[in-house]
């Protein structure tokens, strides 16, 4: 059997442990609160960010990549504890400089095999292929099996999240002034998604109980295989649980309860998107 290591960021917003069990490694992004600067799910927790962004007055927290030298020693520590190869999953290259970090440490490793996968996305569309890898991974799959059957499956994933306002991915430089002022003079609850890379808004309900529906019908179109709900502390836990019911009694098929989990949005993410979120990301069944 193969010895293949799975590697990817914060961004991916695994629950506190999920990762670990999962046989995934995380490397943290840094976010900043003025002079302060913590790494990501390490010097910080998603529910110590949350305090802090929700707090009054507090500043605008910013997000930075993990530099080529943090990916480096995760990837030597890797080999170091027998892997013979490492696939590393990654927020989006048009979203962060994080992809970029993840190839120079392994252009600075060339005798050792490490394949990188921009998976396009951020969050929990981030996470469910590290998820995937890492179960092909356990079987004893190679890395470039696990590579190839990874890129094939990313068109199936998908994500859509609605939230309160456009002000936090405009501050964060994610979307464009024009296009969140577009948002706020509308005073719409826009639904985020992300395409070829890039943050977009694919569509503008006038109310968050619209956007919500909304959500549902766009997650619940076609039968899933796995399914990840992603929301904020503002919103109060049966509402979530909720929300998750209704996606599920309306999935064409079900959903294996397995294969189903609730999460915050972390400290790597949640800058961009603000409070007041809820959505999902998920993986279409074939």
């Known amino acids: 059997m193969s010895r293949v290591a799975i590697v990817t960021d914060s961004t991916a917003d695994f629950p506190p ?5 999962a046989g995934l490694r995380v490397v943290p ?6 002079s302060e600067e913590f790494r990501v799910g390490v010097d910080l927790t998603t529910e110590q960010f949350w305090a802090r962004m929700l707090a009054p007055d507090a500043p605008f927290p910013t997000t930075a990549a993990p530099s080529p030298g943090t990916f480096r020693e995760t990837f030597e520590s890797c080999f170091a504890d027998g892997a013979d ?18 190839t120079l440490a392994a252009q600075a490793l060339p005798d050792r095999e490490i394949r990188l996968i921009d998976t396009g996305s951020t969050s929990m569309s981030t996470g469910i292929p590290a998820l995937l890898a890492a179960e092909l991974a356990a079987t004893g799959a190679t890395a ?29 430089g994610r979307l464009s002034p024009a296009r ?9 609850k826009p639904i985020i998604t992300v395409r070829d890379g890039i943050v977009e808004m694919a569509e503008k309900p006038r109310t968050r109980a619209k956007a919500r529906e909304r959500v549902i019908e766009l997650v619940t179109g076609r039968p899933i295989e796995r399914l990840a709900i992603l929301h904020t502390p503002t919103s109060p836990r049966e509402e979530v649980e909720a929300f998750r019911d209704r996606i599920v009694a309306r999935t064409p098929g079900g959903i294996d309860p397995e294969l189903i989990s609730i999460g915050l949005i972390g400290a790597s993410t949640g800058p961009h998107l603000g409070p007041g979120l ?3 990301a998920f993986l279409r069944r074939r």
């Open 29 to 34: 992004l840094f976010v900043r609160f003025g």
């Open 144 to 172: 470039s099996e696990i590579e190839a059957a990874v890129r094939d499956r990313l068109p199936d994933v998908d994500l859509y999240v609605a939230v309160d306002t456009l002000d936090y991915l405009r501050k964060g």
């Open 85 to 102: 190869a490492v696939v590393c999953l990654t927020i989006s290259a048009k979203l962060s400089a994080t992809f970029q970090s993840a």
């Open 17 to 21: 442990g999920a990762a670990a069990a």
């Open 278 to 280: 809820m959505g999902a």
């Open 180 to 188: 969140a002022a577009i948002g706020t003079v509308l005073s719409v």
